[in-house]
Structure formats: C-alpha cells, structure tokens
C-alpha cells in the first residue's frame, strides 16, 4: 500500500485532501492522471451499463435532498455505526471493527492507549447540514450517504416520460458522503467519495433471476477493467448483517494488502424503497398496479481504482534496476502514449515530433502527452510509473526516414513505426 499511496502522489494521481493545511481525514483530491483514470473507469462502466443496453435510464440527482426522503429511506433512524469511545484518551473507534481486529476479547481495550472502552452508542453516518437561513429543524437536510435514492425519488418521472417496460433500470454516478468514524486504508474507507448504481425494477417473482444475472454481469465488467479476478470473491452476506433494506446481499470482496474486504454489492432491496415513497407501476398492457421489487448491483469508484491500482501494479529489473509499473490496459490507462524528441535541446527533432507527430496524436486521441524530462531512460521509468502503454521517441533517423521508435511498456521491446502509419499502429494495439 506504502508503494501505491507514494506512486499516486509523485505521480500526481491523488493526493490527501486539504494537504497544506495537514489533511482532512477521509477527503482525497484527484490529480490530473488519477482523474483521467476514474474518467476512464466511470465511462467504461456507463458505457456497458446504458449506452450499450435499451433498457436503461441515467439520471443526475441533486445531492441535496428533502429531510423526508432520508426519513422514509430508513437511513433516519438505521444507517448507523456502533461507536465506541476511550474514558481515557478520547478517541473514538468503530466497536466492530475493535472486535474484529482484536485477538482475544481480553484485548478489547483503546488501540491508541490502552485505556478502558465505554459503552457501544450508535453513531448515524450522515452528514447533517441546512438548507437556506432558517434555524428549525424544517431546515434539516443531508448530504447523501447512497447515489440510490436519487433514483427512487425520480421512479415517477422516468415511468411517466419514458414508459418503460419491466424489468428496467435506473443509473447514477455520483458523490456520496458518510462521516465514517475511522476513515482509514487510502481510498477504502473516505467521507466523500464516489459511488456508480443501478436499480433494476423486476416483477417480484423474477428478483432471483436477475440478482444471478447481475452478479455474472459485474463480474464480467470487473475483468473488462482489468481487475484482477483471482483477487475477488464472492461472499453471501449473513442474515444479521443485512442492511436494513435489503433480505440479500452477495459482496464482491477484494484481497487488499490490509485484507480481504468489500469492493462491490448486489443487494436485493425488495420492495422497501418504493413501498415507503409510496410509488407504484401500471402495467400500459394490463392496466394491473403494483410496486415492482429492486435489484441493486453498487459499485464504488474510488474502490475500483484502488482495487485496479494493486491489479496493476507491477515489479520488474530492467538493466539491473528495478523498475516499478502500471500494467493498465490501454483504455483504462491515463495516458496512451508520450510523445518525446530524442534531445529536446535540437530544434528540428523538437519541430518534427511536436507537428508530425505529437499534434496528430493529440487530435486523434486525446490521452497523449509530451514528456521531454531528463534523459529517456527516465522518461520511460516516469511514463512506466504513469501507466502509459506506449512510448513514441522522435530521433536522428527520423529526419530522414520518417520513422519513430514505439517502445512497449510491459516487454520494453521497440519497433520503429512510419509515422505515417503511428495512428492506424496504435489504435491496433488498443481496441
Ligand atoms: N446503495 C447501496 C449502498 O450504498 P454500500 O455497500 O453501503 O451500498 C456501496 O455502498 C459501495 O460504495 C460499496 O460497495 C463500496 O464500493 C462503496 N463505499 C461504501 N462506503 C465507502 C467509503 N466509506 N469509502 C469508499 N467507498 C465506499
């Protein structure tokens, strides 16, 4: 983990939030290729999830919403951690996770200091805020803790306009916020953080054959991203440990280096969230009236980088040195490809790779960049680190053959390549 959280920053992928001013626990502020790779991530999931399916519809909820909706949710008076606090040092942990991690239940004390732990309380994750200059309790709003009820509230809205048929869903990428009690392990557990879910409206009798389909369909997305798969199991969550709207949840857990922990859920919420906003269907054929139930597959973004950060990471020794890399696949990566000229102090190696070669390459895709910082060996070592599956070096040669050098970033292996056929060559490699 040490090795990923350094690489995020040097490499300027993502950094502690409000860092200068020693950092908010649990907040994380996205850097240029970090946010090129969560990009990456969230198309690739909207783009399988909607743009490729006919029955899906996105929707992009305020984060603000009506105190009742939180009520009627059940997150009022439910979404809660027990906490526990030290009477000695005052800090205070989460009592499941203390339990937990302890070896025996004579070492239930303070991690920090030892001392005595006091009673379990139930802590509500919410964030509690106001919304306009009033000071009574009319006022009270919070920041959403799931992106899914910004779907069930527009339940109504998207059947009165698109009139779908059942089984349908609904899709939403979006913050979400929890006051987690130890917010800990990077991207693992934050108070803000990004979440991407489906509700799927099936008719009662049908809820088990889509939760089988959607359980195949998230595992399949998870290898389409590049997620390691022999690092992902599927876990049934007992009975005690539901969430209070849901009677099934599989987790996706994830071997992390600070254990084998959640990733994704499939949960399926029945009909509890409908039933309580009070919202129903009319079948047009029919005319029959009834509160479909609601298969939720949920996927965290920030879990899904990090779970592809340690599927990618790798180790090699090139030239006797080791070198560190990001074996991302190339539509996932931040960058594609780098553009350097072999001396950036030769104004006509700079001239050509910035016009013949960089420039068409930006225009065509985008994700390119322009590396000319220290020698090439550390270009490379800099691009490795970055993930970028492809190296392209304008040299001497080039002058006069028309010719550059691609290198590899997994074999290290170079070819030269025309540059009028480097489009053609790359978008080969990448699709
Ligand atoms: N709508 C259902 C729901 O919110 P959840 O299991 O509580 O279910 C969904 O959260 C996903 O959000 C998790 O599988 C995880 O990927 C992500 N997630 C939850 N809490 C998180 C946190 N504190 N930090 C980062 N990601 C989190």
Redo the contacts with the bound molecule.
Sequence with gaps: MDKIVSLCKRRGFIFQGSEIYGGLA?TYDWGHFGLALKNNIKQSWWKKFVDSRRDMYGIDAAILMRQEVWQKAGHVENFADPMVECEKCHKKFRADQIVSEASKSSDISCPECNGKLGEAKQFNMMFQTKVGASEDSSAISYLR????QGMFVNFKNTVDVFHPKLPFGMAQIGK?F?N?IT?RDF?????E?E?M?IEYFVRAEDWEKYFEYWKDEMMEWMEEVGIDMNKVHDIEIPKEDL?HYSKR?V??EFEYPFGQK????L?YRTDFDLKNHQLEYIDSETNEKFIPHVV?P???????VLALLLSSYSEDKKNGEIRSYLKFKPNIAPVICAVSPLLKNKPELVEYANTKVFAPLKTEFGRVVWDDNGNIGKRYRRQDEIGTPFCIVVDFDTLTDDAVTVRDRDTGEQERVKVSELIGFIKNKIT
């Design positions: 649990g803790p799931e992106t899914a979400a929890r987690e917010p991207l693992f557990r934050q108070r953080f979440q879910e969430a949840t987790d996706f959640e990733l994704f859920g949960a939720e949920t996927f965290g973004v920030d879990r899904a």
